[in-house]
């Protein structure tokens, strides 16, 4: 069976990003900021390139937010 991923003990995927809520949108997006930094720090040393590269990823998802599947786990979207 798969798992919800929640946040405060409620399912936040169908429940809140794709209906829209920009601020869970917007907590899940700081909550994995810093991981995505070290880890894209690692593959450019270019602070701005990475600066930009997470602004147009997490504006596309926010986008296309309803199209998209639950994911199995966040960190790896």
């Known amino acids: 069976m798969k798992r919800k991923i929640e946040w405060d003990g409620h399912p936040i995927w169908n429940d809140s990003i794709i209906k829209g ?3 869970v949108f917007s907590a899940l997006m700081m909550l994995y900021t810093d991981t995505l930094h ?39 979207i």
């Open 21 to 23: 809520q920009q601020h």
């Open 38 to 76: 070290i880890y894209s720090m690692r593959l450019c040393q270019d602070e701005e390139l990475v600066k930009d590269c997470f602004q147009e990823v997490f504006l596309f998802l926010w986008g296309r937010k309803e199209y998209l599947n639950e994911p199995a786990c966040l960190k790896f």
